[in-house]
């Protein structure tokens, strides 16, 4: 039976909380005090002494594997709420939304203060991130590492973490091409320093050995932590501690409420020893990850423009010799010529108070859009990790400066339209910006010159790619990821000129490596689900 100090402290709790269910236990709603700062949602607890122990939990998962319930677990466990005391605390609130849609859209922290004591020598912060996988929008998934991204580098953030938990169903027998998907993506996310700090939390048990799980997480070859033996750190728990106690299940229930003690306590005991780990080199991983991401879109728009201009010199090419042919007979000519354009196409985006949610940073010089889905939250990209230590963009053509940039909702976008030429257009277009030049080259000589400069950046775009390729084999926890496997084959296409022979043939490798473990499956789910769900809007 509870003690009548623990008892008098819950009541204390009780009054100022909202009870949600009668019956046994009885459900409560925490008291918490919300707050949203630079866009950064934080649900409280109690007061924060100053200089007190507090150890931080990071939550990660596939949709519908309980997170929101284990978060409730842990802040029941460090408050000491027994068996006995048949009530239970809530503090991650229920959302009114369909259950298709009822999973949690954003990353929030919880911060359980003034518990201290009661089970745990430390306070406890946990962070709750969205369901991978989820099945409402095909870009969810990046948007976790993005809203991560600013947590970890927010003044108010998260700078190291003691444990991450990788949560998934005791239940999960397979490694089916979703499951691997998750993993990957979990997992692909954090720097190589992480290892150690990595623990499988396993919901839904039934109390037996998780062996499915277990293989499930081995197969997908998810690194984490191990113990003296070289066996996996796991601790799993069951779903059920706020279930109604009939007669029937009563048995049933409190065995289970027992088990997840136990390994809660476990689960604490570990946490209390382990180290913290500071998020630098993962910060480093998704800075990489994005950077990657956006040089090949970056690229991909920059080669449709190549095109577009290698096009338009040849018709110029032919266009010119039209022309001398014609003035040689005293005879006037003009043609209508393709020519490509940068405009500007609306995008998703806004602001919240005076940051920006959603929206694009793009050059203003090169007339380019460095990053698609910027989540910095200043109007000229302050922060944003495109900009290197001299406030230089990092993905652009000429490298432009901080301060030719903006965020907006739009996108620099390539188009073409049919513009009339006569002679003295074209040979005026390749005068400009030839000083330096020898005074008697031609203008077709001019030409050629210009498709070379256009390849030239080409070849910069792949190298560039290529550096955060191989950057991130370095540091990332996860080396073979689904994230470079889906860039492999443009990169491999692209770069056949011969002095890229060497980073063609590491790539190969690459590619072969991570085929060999099923990552091409997993892929090949994400590339699917995503147009379901395009086919489903």
């Known amino acids: 039976m509870a003690t009548k100090n623990s008892e008098t402290f819950l009541s204390s709790i009780i009054e100022t909380s909202q009870l949600i269910q009668s019956g046994s236990p009885k459900i409560y709603q925490l008291n918490t005090v919300t707050k949203i700062t630079e866009g950064l949602k934080t649900v409280t607890v109690g007061t924060k002494k100053v200089n007190e122990l507090n150890k931080t939990i990071l939550l990660l998962g ?242 449709k423009f190549i095109e577009l201009k290698k096009t338009q010199i040849d018709q110029e090419k032919a266009f010119s010799i039209k022309c001398e042919e014609k003035m040689k007979a005293n005879e006037n000519y003009e043609e209508d010529v393709d020519e490509p354009y940068k405009d500007k196409e609306p995008i998703k985006g806004g602001r919240w108070w005076f940051f920006w949610v959603k929206g694009a940073t793009s050059c203003l010089q090169c007339e380019e859009t460095c990053h698609h889905k910027c989540p910095c939250t200043f109007q000229n990209g302050r922060y944003c990790p495109i900009f290197d230590g001299r406030d230089h963009c990092k993905v652009c053509t000429n490298k432009c400066e901080r301060k030719h940039h903006v965020k907006e909702k739009w996108i620099y976008v390539t188009k073409t339209r049919k513009v009339r030429k006569t002679y003295e257009d074209i040979k005026e277009k390749y005068m400009e910006g030839v000083k330096g030049m020898e005074k008697h080259s031609s203008t077709l000589e001019r030409m050629q010159q210009e498709m070379e400069k256009l390849l030239e950046q080409e070849h910069e775009g792949l190298e560039k790619s290529f550096q955060h390729i191989t950057r991130l084999e370095s540091i990332a926890l996860k080396v073979d990821s689904i994230f470079t496997l889906k860039h492999l084959d443009f990169l491999i296409e692209r770069m056949q000129d011969q002095k890229f022979a060497e980073e063609v043939r590491k790539l190969k490798e690459m590619k072969q490596r991570m085929e060999g473990k099923n990552l091409r499956k997993a892929l090949n789910y994400a590339a699917t689900a995503g147009g379901d769900k395009k086919k489903q809007k």
């Not at 991560?148 to 580098?153: A, S």
């Not at 169903?169 to 992480?194: E, I, P, Q, T, W």
């Open 62 to 303: 596939e949709t519908g594997t309980g997170k929101s319930t284990l978060i409730n677990v842990l802040v029941n466990y460090a408050m000491g709420v027994k068996w006995g005391h048949e009530v239970w605390f809530k503090i991650v609130e229920e959302e009114t939304t369909s259950q298709s849609e009822s999973q949690t859209s954003d990353v929030i922290m919880y911060q359980i203060f003034g518990f201290e004591g009661k089970r745990l020598p430390f306070s406890l912060t946990l962070v709750d991130t969205p369901g991978y996988g989820d099945n409402r929008d095909d870009t969810n998934d990046d948007s976790i590492a993005e809203r991560l991204l600013e947590w970890f580098t927010s003044d108010g953030g998260i700078h190291e973490v003691h444990a991450v938990g990788l949560v998934l169903k005791a239940s999960d027998n397979r490694l089916s091409d979703r499951l691997g998907y998750v993993f990957d993506s979990v997992a692909s996310l954090f720097g190589a320093n992480m290892e150690k700090n990595m623990f499988a939390l396993l919901t839904h048990s039934g109390g037996g050995p998780p062996k499915n799980a277990l293989t499930a997480l081995a197969d997908a070859q998810i690194k984490y932590a191990k113990d003296e033996q070289g066996e996996p750190v796991y601790f799993k728990f069951d779903n059920c501690q706020s279930d109604q106690r009939t007669e029937r299940y009563m048995r049933k229930l409190k065995n289970a409420w027992k088990d997840s003690e136990d390994e809660m306590k476990r689960f604490m005991e570990v946490l209390n020893v382990t180290e913290a780990q500071t998020l630098r080199t993962t910060v480093e991983v998704i800075n990489q990850r994005n950077q990657l991401k956006d040089c090949i879109i970056n690229l991909q728009d920059k080669l």
